[in-house]
């Protein structure tokens, strides 16, 4: 009769701890839990015939976004050897490392040729 309850009482700790296991949330760590940086916003004014800022860096890995604020007439920047263009807004994860040289997409007149900038990826 003894042994009985002892079984008994050892099988309802077991459900009772498998229950704990199966129901109970589990602690995600701190890492986990950051939510993905967000990008690296940049506003860059183009006029007749440059950028402002013309030089922008950021790490390898971040999350670009890149907004293209048109002062006189229409421009726009591309980068061509990231294969890259956008006449507002230009968003993008900078996987690669290195210098870039951007542009101007939109003939703007006599100094369209110009109008560069340099995105630096370290
Ligand atoms: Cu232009």
């Not at 760590?29 to 506003?43: D, L, N, T």
Request: with cysteine; charged share 20%.
């Amino acid at each position: 009769m003894k042994i009985k309850l002892i079984v008994a009482s050892l099988i309802a700790v077991a459900a009772l701890a498998g229950a704990y296991v199966l129901f109970s949330k589990p602690v995600a760590p701190a890492a986990i839990e950051a939510v993905a940086p967000a990008a690296k916003e940049f506003k860059i004014d183009a006029y007749k015939f440059y950028f402002s800022p013309d030089v922008i860096a950021v790490k390898q890995g971040d999350k670009v976004k890149i907004t293209v604020n048109n002062a006189d007439v229409p421009h726009g920047i591309k980068i061509p050897d990231l294969g890259l263009s956008g006449n507002e807004t230009i968003e993008f994860t900078a996987d690669k490392a290195g210098e870039f040289t951007w542009y101007c997409n939109v003939y703007c007149g006599e100094g369209h040729q110009k109008m560069q900038g340099r995105l630096i990826v370290e």
